[in-house]
């Protein structure tokens, strides 16, 4: 449920009715606008008498939020949240180019790496450390030495850090990392998202292979409503019968979430796609649709990478797309 307060309401009057609302055992989440204030109650709601709350002299209206997830609703929310790592913005209307390795796999490839997106205009890196591997023979990341290499490669360039976290075990290791990424094997880990409730960092949520945008937002809901409210969210392809691309990039999934959702969206085209020549339409066609920003693989040598080779654009490669996306934002704008 939803309460929106009239404008200029007094504070003690706003308060005294708070208050009340969590005598009955709400949870009241505040989201303070330039407009309105809007209070949206999680917890059971069946108790409240929505024409009495209706009927009182600061309040607006009073909607019953229909959907399961209440923390991470647009309604909850009105204005876009704005996900702030470092100096970096993310969300209502700041865009973010995201770029760096699949994985890090030396001190020389993640620094050089990092130097060239820099130079091109990334400002978040990306490069995981712990990687889910489909094989359980395959390289599966240099994992806590990894984690080193990203925090020199962020001293050499100012980039701060997104990299994946798969158990939570490791979180004490993750205590430098600027955003953690939940990838899309571990979408419904719901332990693990719960986890991520106490940790003061954003959150890059990855949707599953085979989830809905409804199950994604349930996961979002998870860790807000254990406490952690900066989660941006990724669309990265999903499970269909495309047979030529490694998943079929759901575009429409960008539009659809900002109605829904007041979080920031990120695009994946990397792994939506498994290909480096259809990442950079990929990566306009989500700029064009209204993403908030983009996550890239970027490799100084993508023949010989140990991870994803095959999407990973050169360095060069991703010069040229950010000014392609550069005038695409400029063309929507
Ligand atoms: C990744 O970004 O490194 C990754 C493994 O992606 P996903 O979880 O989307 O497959
Ligand atoms: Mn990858």
Known sequence: MIVVLKHG????????????LQGLGLRIHISDGEFQTVLGLVGDTSRVDIDLVESLDIVDSVKRVSEPFKMCNRKFHPESLVV????????????????GPCSVESEE????????????????MRGGAFKPRTSPYDFAGLKAEGLELLKIARAETGLPIVTELMNINDLPLFEDVDVIQIGARNMQNFDLLRELGSVDKPILLKRGL??????????????MASGNERVMLCERGIRTFSDYTRNTLDLSAVPMLRELTHLPI?????????????????ALAATAAGADGLIIEVHNDPIHALCDGAQSLRP?????????????REAIR
């Open 84 to 99: 702030e790592v470092g100096d970096v913005k993310v969300g209502a209307g700041n865009f973010v180019m995201i770029a």
């Open 266 to 282: 990120i695009v994946d085209p990397s792994h939506a796609t498994g290909i480096a020549r259809l990442v950079p339409p990929m």
């Open 109 to 124: 490839q993640i620094v050089t790496v990092a130097k060239a997106v820099k130079a091109a205009g990334a400002t978040l």
């Open 210 to 223: 085979a989830n809905t945008l409804k199950e994604l937002l349930m996961s979002a809901e998870y860790i």
């Open 316 to 328: 060069e490669e991703f010069a040229a797309l950010a000014e392609k996306v550069r005038a695409v």
């Open 9 to 20: 309401v007094p504070e003690e009057k706003r308060a005294q009715l708070i208050a009340w």
